[in-house]
């Protein structure tokens, strides 16, 4: 005899609560059939609809895995919590490192100080103040600020570190670029510092403070954060953030890094530069600096993973030049 079909569902999210099943007058039983699959304490997930990707939302995936109906119905079995830390940066669109390995991380999220413990697998839930202009709402989830995520970042450790936040940072307070010029940054470096100062004593905090000290606006990725960072920690001038190291003439073309010491620029090389009419643009851009005596540095993936040490010696030499023959090239 065929087994017997499962009665149809009524109009469940596709993913959803025990409760709301128990509110439509659903079966613990029905729960059981192959078109539901537990996911999680009293969640639950419809194998006959679709889970939305992050894709859809101009988000990569998350180090978490989950699905964003996932992080819904958390809230809703929860509605104290608000995602945070490490969790909230992906929602905010900030820059993350990725950790080795198969295995999911944890989800981050808040509680107000005083709030009972939040003892659900696989969530991180941390105790903290969590004053109303730290909250805001993305794709109908309570989540941390933007501010206020990247200060709660300075507490995480591996694989976060100092440089991690940094370029978070600089990818907060950046002026975005876009085919029509550039947009107002997501935040400022004083919105920031306010958010600091409101928070008042953590654990963290001095590193809070340091990541405040080294963010710069100008960085368009966090690779040249991470290069700007190689340098300044190696002994060597800050440079210049999407500069144009001949300013007085009207068509000198703008950089990505210009150390104004060892008059080199520094061009990082990521995949929007492998199309023909980009090696082109920028072919013409290096030729226009070199004939008036400014070399550009080309800088690629590979120079990170070698922790910029080529790029290091590079800019060293040509600075080292400079200052043995000032009237030099």
């Known amino acids: 005899m065929p087994p017997v079909p499962p009665s149809p569902l009524p109009p469940l ?6 409760s709301d099943a128990r509110a439509m007058g659903l079966p613990v039983q029905r729960l059981r059939r192959t078109d539901v699959e537990r996911v999680g304490p009293a969640l639950y997930r ?4 679709p889970l939305i990707g992050w894709a859809s939302v101009g988000l990569p995936e998350p180090e978490h895995g989950r699905p964003g109906q996932h992080l819904w119905a958390l809230q809703r079995s ?12 992906h929602l905010h669109g ?17 509680v107000s100080s005083g ?11 941390r105790r ?3 004053p109303a202009p730290h909250v805001v709402e993305l794709f109908g989830l309570r989540v941390t600020s933007l501010e206020r995520t990247i200060l709660d970042l300075c507490v995480l450790d591996d694989p976060w570190d100092l440089a991690d936040v940094v370029a978070a940072a600089d990818h907060a307070v950046r002026h975005p670029w876009t085919e029509n010029g550039r947009r107002p940054p997501a935040t400022t470096p004083a919105r920031l510092e306010s958010a600091l100062r409101e928070l008042g004593p953590f654990h963290g905090v001095r590193t809070a403070r340091a990541v405040l000290e080294r963010m710069r606006v100008g960085a368009d990725s966090p690779y040249e954060t991470f290069l700007r960072l190689a340098l300044v920690d190696a002994g060597l001038p800050e440079p210049h953030l999407q500069a144009r190291p001949r300013a007085e003439e009207w068509d000198c073309p703008e950089v990505d890094l210009y150390v104004a010491e060892a008059d080199v620029a520094l061009q990082y090389d990521g995949e929007s530069h492998l199309t023909p009419e980009r ?3 920028d072919a013409r851009r290096d030729a226009w600096l070199l004939a008036r005596g400014c070399p550009t540095l080309r800088v690629n993936r590979l120079d990170h993973r070698e922790g910029y040490r080529r790029v290091i010696g590079l800019v060293r030499d040509r600075l080292e030049q400079r200052r043995a023959d000032p009237g030099g090239p």
């Open 46 to 49: 419809r194998t006959d609809r």
């Open 94 to 110: 900030l820059p993350s490192p990725r950790r080795p390995g198969p295995l999911p991380t944890p989800l981050d999220v808040t």
């Open 78 to 89: 929860r509605p104290q919590v608000v995602f945070s830390h490490a969790t909230a940066a």
């Open 13 to 18: 999210p596709a993913v959803f609560l025990r």
């Open 115 to 125: 709030s009972g413990r939040i003892r659900v697998p696989e969530v991180r839930a």
């Open 279 to 281: 090696q082109a643009a």
């Open 128 to 130: 903290r103040p969590l």
